[in-house]
């Protein structure tokens, strides 16, 4: 078996797992854009683990790439202003649309939320069109 796809198996039980852990432990949703947006607001006694779920998936993409090279790539593709513009761009789509792809579709979709359904179709339609637009008809790469 590939060992990309061996990761892929495994990065998706342990973030359902994550997820599941969190919810049932403190309630809460691991949505990543509400709990990073929960982090920068500051708010008195839940910053500490706002701060270690944020650590934690930057530790877990290290130690991926320590493990599997080749999973992850180095190089960009763009711009340094091309990415802070589409990561801004993402910050305000996933605030405009009261959550992201982790609270969505990971946890929105696990809980049955109608909600979370017509979140997660919108921004996967909105990526297919995207990438399409981006590589066949305006004729880029990546």
Not at 77 to 85: E, K, N, R, S, Y
Not at 113 to 126: E, G, N
Request: glycine residues 20%; contains cysteine; positive net charge.
């Amino acid at each position: 078996m590939d060992p990309s796809l061996l990761f892929a198996l495994l990065g998706g039980l342990l973030i359902g797992t994550a997820s599941l852990l969190l919810l049932a432990g403190s309630g809460r949703i691991a949505g990543v854009s509400g709990i990073v947006g929960g982090a920068l607001a500051r708010p008195a006694g839940d910053l500490a683990w706002r701060l270690a779920f944020v650590l934690g998936l930057v530790a877990g993409g290290s130690v991926l790439r320590v493990l599997s090279p080749r999973t992850l790539p180095t190089g960009l593709p763009h711009t340094a202003l091309v990415i802070v513009g589409a990561g801004l761009l993402v910050g305000f789509g996933a605030r405009l649309g009261g959550g992201c792809t982790s609270g969505h579709g990971v946890c929105g979709l696990g809980r049955r939320s109608p909600r979370s359904l017509a979140a997660v179709l919108t921004f996967m339609t909105t990526a297919f069109v995207t990438v399409h637009v981006v590589r066949h008809v305006l004729g880029g790469g990546a």
